[in-house]
């Protein structure tokens, strides 16, 4: 994994909007990782991918929180 972005505690919108400002420098092809325990982010995660034309690689759980897999487009 190139980058890890740790949201843990943070409330909508605050984990999309990490993401987003993460990936702003960041070349095509750079994979990040997001943890979150935010149940709002399993919506708005994938939904921030679809908008911005990123690809989602899908979701899994550890340890009582998400883990978001995303590749910048």
Known sequence: MDHEIDAIGLL??????????????LASGTRIRLLAD??????DVPHFC???????????EQDGHMIFIVEKR
């Open 50 to 60: 679809n908008e911005s034309g990123h690809m989602f690689h899908g979701m899994s």
């Open 12 to 25: 909508c919108p605050l984990p999309v909007l990490r993401l987003r400002k993460r990936m702003i420098p």
């Open 38 to 43: 935010d149940p709002a982010a399993i919506i």
